[in-house]
Structure formats: structure tokens, C-alpha cells
């Protein structure tokens, strides 16, 4: 069974940097694509940054050039660097990855850690 585990998740000052971590109980070469979503309260969850297995990242344009997304095989591990933070970074953060074989689609999800950036 996939379980993917976010850490790094707490309290910082406006201006200060994040490093969220994704631990998945998988190789990651098994997944399509890993990405991180967000969810603050009242609002919906929104993308913030994904990879693919290929390399290749996308990310929110709320959070270009001040995250970024990255991937260590040999840890399991994708990552979400944090830099500049802003109060409206402020949310509870997901860890995502999604693996397709064939014509089905597979989606799973962390529990979640929670980012609060102070003013």
C-alpha cells in the first residue's frame, strides 16, 4: 500500500523559508507525477507545484520563483522548498502522486502539514 508523509510543516516570519518533505513507503519512479497542493481555511485546495517523472515542473504562479519542487530517487523523497514566505502562504500542505497504468489513474494523498507564516 502507497503512503506518502509529509514533514516540515510550522511556524515561520514573513520572509523566512520552509522545506517540506514527502516520504513515500514506494520508489518514486512507480509514480507519473508528484506535487504539492494546499488548502487554507474557507478556500479550496489549489495546486502549487507538481514534477514529473521526467523531470520536468510546474508551478502556481502565486509561488514561481520563490518555491521550488524537487525529487531524490534514492530517498523516496520529493520536496518543496520554501523561500520569501508570505503570510497568504499560510495552509495546510498536501504531498500528491499519481501513477497511471494503462487506462486507469491512481491518486494518493498525505495527511497534510501545516504552514503558518506570521506578519
Known amino acids: 500500500q502507497v503512503q506518502l508523509v509529509e514533514s516540515g510543516g510550522g511556524l515561520v516570519q514573513a520572509g523566512g523559508s520552509l522545506r517540506l518533505s514527502c516520504a513515500a513507503s514506494?520508489?518514486?519512479?512507480?509514480?507519473?507525477?508528484m506535487g504539492w497542493y494546499r488548502q487554507a481555511p474557507g478556500k479550496q485546495r489549489e495546486l502549487v507545484a507538481f514534477?514529473?517523472?521526467?523531470?520536468?515542473?510546474k508551478y502556481a504562479d502565486s509561488v514561481k520563483g520563490r518555491f521550488t519542487i524537487s525529487g531524490d530517487n534514492a530517498k523516496n523523497t520529493v520536496y518543496l522548498q520554501m523561500n520569501s514566505l508570505k503570510p497568504e502562504d499560510t495552509a495546510v500542505y498536501y504531498c500528491?502522486?499519481?501513477?497511471?497504468?494503462?487506462?486507469?489513474?491512481?491518486?494518493?494523498w498525505g495527511q497534510g502539514t501545516q504552514v503558518t507564516v506570521s506578519s
Open positions: 514506494v520508489s518514486i519512479f512507480r509514480f507519473n507525477a
Open positions: 500528491n502522486a499519481i501513477a497511471r497504468l494503462g487506462p486507469d489513474s491512481y491518486d494518493y
Open positions: 514534477i514529473t517523472s521526467g523531470g520536468s515542473t
